[in-house]
């Protein structure tokens, strides 16, 4: 089974990549994040084409902000949108999480809040909103991964340049510590511990075209689920070329690996700029 999680900033207007990038990559379940619509106007838009694929589909919209989505070809069942226990924002619940069962694995597409500023009210948000989905996910089944923009890099080495970041958000030690107490595995970075891999390049400063990114969509497995991974890599050929999102794809395969054993970045980036200290733009991340 290929899982795979994209935050595709706008499905409607990443329907020109995303529909090819379907059928050549062929995922047999696709976590979405930042569909930016409504439920009816996700379904008016791609309920056609996906079925002609032969996907199933469960969204959580909220028209111009957030929402995510669960594509499937082996089986969506159970449906959750949001989870127990989700904090709301300005006394608004979001839509930034859904799960179901897929071929017997429980996989949630999730959105995680941006903090935006460290200690701002945000920030808070954030810390509480993963620590009420740890629990909603400690609750059970043990068959699970999370995948989806976590707005969190786990590491150091999963940022271009950690002296550019501190201060910011995505790196604090309480963010990281709130990754790590799902207790589960960051499949990617198990299969390649040393690797320079990245997932989000931001759209200015020429910023992915010299590799200067951020690692934070992730798929963090239960332990049975890790086990079965045979490949885990971040597909850069959707970030490059006419109308792309700002994050790539991430894949995991379970059972069986496809295209074999590649990764971690496919196609590795050219001219990574290794050693050049850049100032992070302004406003760079989404909420």
């Known amino acids: ?26 995922p047999d379940v696709v976590c979405l994040q930042e569909t930016k619509l409504s439920d009816e106007a996700f379904a008016t838009l791609l309920a056609e084409p996906l079925a002609e694929r032969g996907y199933t589909f ?8 957030n929402g995510v989505a669960l594509l499937s070809r082996v089986g969506l069942d159970d449906v959750e949108r949001g989870f127990r226990g989700q904090p709301d924002y300005a006394d608004k619940a979001e839509a930034r999480a859904i799960s179901a069962t897929c071929a017997g694995v429980r996989v949630h597409s999730l959105y995680v ?13 954030k810390l509480a909103w993963l620590d009420a989905l740890r629990a909603a996910v400690a609750a059970g089944p043990d068959d ?7 707005n969190i890099a786990p590491a150091d080495a999963d940022v271009f340049d950690p002296a550019a970041y501190v201060g910011h958000t995505h790196v604090t030690p309480p963010e990281r510590d709130a990754v790590a107490a799902f207790g589960l595995v960051d499949v990617l ?4 511990p040393d690797e320079r891999v990245f997932s989000y390049w931001d759209y200015r400063a020429g910023m992915f075209h010299q590799d200067l990114g951020m690692r934070i969509d992730l798929i963090l497995a239960s332990a049975p689920v890790a086990a079965r991974a045979r490949a885990a890599w971040v597909d850069r050929e959707a970030r490059k070329g006419r109308l792309p999102s700002d994050h790539a794809p991430v894949i995991v395969d379970l059972d069986d690996a496809p295209d074999g054993d590649i990764g971690p970045v496919v196609p590795p980036p050219s001219r990574p700029a290794t050693r050049k200290r850049v100032t992070l733009p302004q406003g760079s991340r989404d909420a």
């Not at 469960?58 to 902000?65: I, S, T």
């Not at 970075?189 to 390649?192: G, N």
């Open 144 to 150: 699970v991964a999370l995948c989806g923009d976590i």
């Open 58 to 65: 469960a969204h959580h919209g909220q028209g111009q902000w």
């Open 189 to 192: 970075r198990e299969r390649w």
């Open 1 to 26: 089974m290929r899982i795979a999680t994209w935050n595709v900033n706008s499905v409607k207007q990443r329907v020109p990549r995303l529909l090819p990038w379907l059928e050549q990559r062929r």
């Open 113 to 125: 809040p941006n903090g935006r500023e460290v200690a701002s009210d945000h920030y808070a948000y």
